[in-house]
């Protein structure tokens, strides 16, 4: 693959060319002379001899063609090179006939090998030269073929006569086809000569002289050898092989060497007549001197030479008259096309826009255009023939004649303005721009254009920039002139001048970016370069300028863009000082986005910029913190409103000294704060900000000589999603907020992801709840609580429970901390109070098993604070019938030391009512001894939480055993909660609790499973 890759760019390296031609040459003639060294060391001798030797040295060089042919047909891909291929190969099987002594030429005995080799040589040079000859003109080819046979027989006639025939000697004893090939051999080779020879008439190149040498040499020594047919001597052998052999080195070179150009038609030229015919007409005079005055007997060859030749004249005259009539036939239609030609070209100069003048070089008109003739005026027959300065006024005249002058010496010349006055007595101004074209110098064409409007108009333009200069520079409103875009001041008023500060040489010059305040430079550039682009033709903006003194003035511009009649624009601005409305207008934006109290952003700001933000800002890069003051009420109601304004601001302070600059503090409203955080995804961690601002709140802080110490709760929450809103932002941030009040206040939250879910499930089933207890749906489950020492039922604990229609029954967890929340804890516990006693009632009425059991009731801590419960237990025991000693109310540990005083009075009427007293979950919360002892209570209940690890936990166990041994120790009875397994029973009973209650009793119970598993239906 690689060598035929080197190969191939070896072969198409290879071109016809000098060196290459040289290259063949010395080829060619190293042979030959190696041929005849070989033949002086062989010690060759006589004629004989030095003929197969000479036959040896062209088989050599013909065969050396055979490979130049092949490589030139190679490279040019055309099949005529073939033919020379083929000849040269016929050449090579001649001479090596020849040489091997196995055939003869011009042998009676024809056609020999040799002779055929020969014609075969001969034959394909001629094919070879007649398809190169074809340029797609039939007829030029025919008279140049018998223009070329004419010459070859005139001097193959010449020949004959002159020597053939003299060394021939008798013809007579010669056959009839060796006449011929005597004659036949030098006169193709003629004839091919002939052929190459008109060719060098119409180009000459070095392959077509080569080749016309080598075929001339051929033929020498193919007439020496025609004539040493009779009697060959030595000089005659000598000649013919030395010619022979120069011949064939000669067309060997040509085939390396580039070819002239292929044959065109062409008129003949007397050069190519006295060529062809100059022999014809020798051979004329001979045949008549020798045949006719000196009366010498022709032989056959003569004669037949004689008769061709005559007969290839005539049929070249006949070619020649048939070509001469093609040449009248074109020059005819040259002739017409010359006519059209004239005429377009009129009617091109009628048609082009302007007006055109062709001078002569003396100055008088040759040609005009339509437009020249309707311009003047005039007609063509007045124009023309006249000097050009002739048609305008004499003292345009001189001007005329000296720009004349200056065109012609090649000199600059200006385009004039010349006053024309037309034959109907109108004046029009004309503007002549002349040119001198480059190939007739001698002419000079005008284009003369009608300017007359132009001059007018560029009077009134004059006039109108008169007019805008004193409307300019009289403005009462700032004007300003620049370029655009680049804004470089051209000119400005005295009141812009007066405006900014500054004077006029000092303002033209500068920039309008230089006289810019910086902040809003980039938006003005962006305008001025969409009116400077043609996107828009005008605008207005306001924006402040830089005075002298390094003040600064709002101004309302209007700009407008326009051509400058240059390529360029410029702009005009018309600059109306607004620094007091814009100050105004600031004073009542600022008045509507900010609190007038703290001077924060108000809630309308912050939301604004905040969704600005949010809009351009990475997920989890903004953060909202929602502050809200802890007990701010408090401080308002009792130390009053102006102590609470001055704790606002004070606040307002405090969180400005946290936040940074990038960020934005805003009031929301009442004691409510927001902070907007930027660019949290790196170290900046919203939680330490929050934690920085509780710290700062919680400093201890002075109104009136009153030392307060306050806190807050702040909610927190991250811009974590694409397309997050402001209103999610506040929504989740106020539940945040939300959680850290729960959780006990002066705290920072982070919001979860399904905090939202959870208030929005929260606030559904707080208004699912208000409904389900006007419809009836919290209904009491009882929990059976059991004596352990003997296991008998000694009550029930009743557990709200709550049927939802959707969501099916739902347990307390799910629906009370929400009540508690809400304030409708009251109205579900009174109906849950009256429910289970009314169902007490039915049960003690309907069966004496339960004449001595009571039910446990749960307050909660609203309840007992609300001064409201008594009156609502004593109304639902009185319309159950049931003794208030069948009824235990249990309040949680944590309820109780809520508001001591006030828990330790309601417990007190609760308990005159003669109903029992439980303290719930003992032991979870923080209650002291002395503070239980207060309070009129009869029972504890201990938390499920300890009674799991009974038996198992030594904790839990010391825990238990010490609650029980305290309640018994105080005159209490104890109740375990949660009771689930044998062990816990086993222990309870061991350290002497009083009761029990949990799955190991029984689960809640609805009051129809309660009647259908004690039998009570």
Not at 659 to 675: A, N, P, Q, S, T
Not at 742 to 760: I, K, L, N, Q
Not at 870 to 893: H, K, M, R, Y
Request: hydrophobic fraction near 45%; glycine fraction near 8%; charged fraction near 20%.
């Amino acid at each position: 693959m690689q060598a035929s890759a080197v190969g191939e760019s070896r072969r198409l390296k290879w071109e016809p060319s000098a060196r290459w031609g040289l290259r063949a040459a010395l080829a060619s003639l190293t042979i030959a002379a190696a041929v005849y060294l070989l033949a002086l060391v062989a010690g060759a001798d006589g004629v004989g001899e030095w003929m197969r030797w000479t036959d040896l040295a062209l088989l050599g060089v013909s065969s050396l063609g055979v490979m130049v042919a092949w490589a030139r047909a190679t490279i040019e891909a055309r099949r005529h090179w073939w033919l020379v291929m083929v000849a040269f190969a016929g050449a090579a099987g001649g001479a090596l006939w020849l040489a091997a002594g196995a055939s003869t030429w011009l042998h009676e005995r024809w056609p020999t090998p040799a002779d055929l080799g020969i014609l075969v040589f001969l034959g394909c040079m001629i094919a070879f030269l007649v398809r190169h000859l074809r340029s797609g003109d039939r007829t030029t080819l025919v008279v140049h073929l018998l223009d070329a046979a004419l010459l070859a027989l005139a001097v193959t006639f010449i020949l004959w006569e002159l020597v053939i025939a003299r060394g021939v000697g008798d013809m007579n004893r010669l056959t009839l086809v060796t006449q011929l090939l005597v004659v036949l051999y030098p006169a193709l080779d003629v004839f091919i000569a002939s052929i190459v020879l008109l060719l060098l008439l119409v180009d000459r190149s070095p392959a077509r002289v080569l080749l016309f040498v080598g075929m001339v040499s051929l033929a020498v020594g193919d007439t020496m050898a025609s004539a040493g047919l009779g009697d060959a001597t030595t000089a005659a052998v000598s000649v013919s092989s030395v010619a022979w052999v120069v011949g064939l080195v000669c067309v060997v070179t040509a085939l390396a060497v580039p070819a002239g150009a292929r044959v065109t038609a062409r008129r003949p030229t007397m050069r190519r007549l006295m060529l062809v015919h100059g022999p014809v007409t020798l051979g004329v005079w001979l045949a008549t001197w020798r045949y006719m005055i000196n009366d010498a007997e022709p032989n056959r060859t003569t004669a037949v030479l004689g008769a061709t030749l005559g007969m290839l004249w005539s049929c070249a005259q006949v070619a020649n008259h048939r070509q001469s009539g093609n040449w009248a036939e074109q020059l005819h239609e040259n002739i017409e096309e010359l006519r059209g030609a004239e005429l377009e070209l009129r009617q091109l100069l009628d048609d082009l826009p302007e007006a055109l003048v062709v001078l002569a070089k003396d100055g008088h008109i040759r040609e005009v255009n339509a437009n020249t003739v309707e311009l003047t005026g005039l007609t063509r027959e007045e124009l023309k023939g006249h000097f050009l300065t002739d048609l305008f006024d004499p003292a345009d005249r001189r001007g005329l004649v000296d720009l004349w002058r200056l065109m012609h010496d090649g000199e600059p010349m200006v385009t004039p303005t010349l006053r024309f006055v037309r034959p109907d007595g109108t004046h029009v101004l004309l503007e002549a721009d002349a040119n001198v074209p480059v190939r007739d110098p001698d002419r000079v064409v005008i284009v003369l254009r009608d300017v007359t409007l132009r001059v007018a108009e560029a009077v009134r333009l004059e006039r109108a920039r008169e007019r805008f200069r004193l409307a300019f520079h009289g403005a009462p409103t700032g004007m300003a002139l620049s370029s655009a875009p680049g804004g470089v001041l051209i000119d400005v008023n005295e009141s812009l001048v007066a405006m900014l500060g500054r004077s006029r040489d000092d303002l033209i010059g500068l920039t309008v970016e230089d006289i810019s305040h910086p902040d809003d430079w980039q938006r003005n550039a962006a305008l001025l370069h969409s009116a400077a682009d043609n996107e828009v033709d005008s605008y207005r903006i306001e924006k402040r300028y830089i005075r002298g003194d390094g003040g600064v003035v709002w101004a309302r511009t209007w700009v407008s863009v326009m051509d400058d009649g240059e390529g360029g624009s410029l702009a005009i601005a018309h600059i109306e000082d607004v620094t007091e409305q814009r100050h105004n207008a600031e004073r009542l934006e600022w008045a509507a986005t900010h609190d007038g109290l703290t001077g924060l952003p108000n809630r309308f700001r912050f939301l604004e910029r905040l969704g600005a933000y949010l809009e351009s800002a990475e997920p989890g890069s903004i953060a909202v913190l929602f502050i809200d003051i802890d007990n701010f009420k408090v401080i308002n109601d009792s130390l009053g409103h102006d102590a609470g304004d001055q704790l606002l601001r004070s606040m307002s302070e405090r969180l400005r000294s946290v936040v940074r600059d990038r960020d934005m503090l805003g009031r929301f409203g009442g004691d409510e704060f927001i902070v907007m955080l930027r660019d949290v995804s790196g170290g900046y961690d919203p939680l330490d900000v929050a934690e920085q601002l509780r710290s700062e709140i919680a400093q201890p802080l002075t109104i009136d000589g009153t030392e307060l110490f306050v806190t807050a709760s702040i909610g927190i929450t991250v811009s974590d999603r694409e397309g997050v809103t402001t209103t999610e932002m506040l929504r989740d941030a106020d539940a945040a907020m939300y959680r850290a009040k729960a959780r006990g206040r002066d705290c920072a939250e982070m919001f979860a992801p399904g905090s939202h879910d959870a208030t929005v499930l929260t606030l559904r089933t707080t208004n699912e709840l208000r409904r389900g207890l006007e419809r009836g749906e919290i209904v009491p489950y009882y929990q059976p609580i059991v004596q352990l020492g003997n296991g008998h039922l000694v009550g029930f604990e009743v557990l709200a429970r709550w049927r939802h229609p959707d969501r099916g029954l739902l347990g307390p967890e799910q629906f009370l901390p929400m009540a508690e929340e809400t304030g409708l804890i009251g109205e579900l516990g009174a109906a849950v109070l009256r429910a289970s006693l009314a169902q007490l009632g039915q049960w003690r009425s309907s069966t004496s098993r339960f004449t001595d059991l009571s039910v446990s009731v749960n307050v909660s801590v609203r309840q007992l604070m609300s001064g409201h419960l008594v009156d609502v237990v004593a109304e639902a025991l009185a319309e159950a019938g049931v003794p208030a000693g069948a009824l235990w109310l249990e309040i949680t540990e944590t309820a109780l030391m809520a508001d001591v005083k006030a828990a330790t009075v309601s417990l007190r009427d609760l308990r005159s009512l003669g109903l029992h007293l439980a303290v719930d979950d003992f032991g979870t919360g923080y209650s002291s001894l002395t503070y239980l002892k207060r309070f009129p209570v009869e029972a504890i209940k201990i938390d499920r939480t300890f009674v799991n690890g009974l038996g198992i936990d030594p904790d839990d166990s010391t825990i238990v055993e010490a609650v029980v041994n305290l309640g018994h120790s105080l005159g209490l009875s104890v109740v375990a909660e949660g009771v689930e397994t044998p062990l816990q029973l086993t222990r309870l009973r061991e350290i002497g609790c009083d009761r029990g209650q949990g799955y190991l009793f029984g689960r809640p119970r609805p009051a129809a499973l309660v009647e259908a598993e004690y039998s009570l239906v």
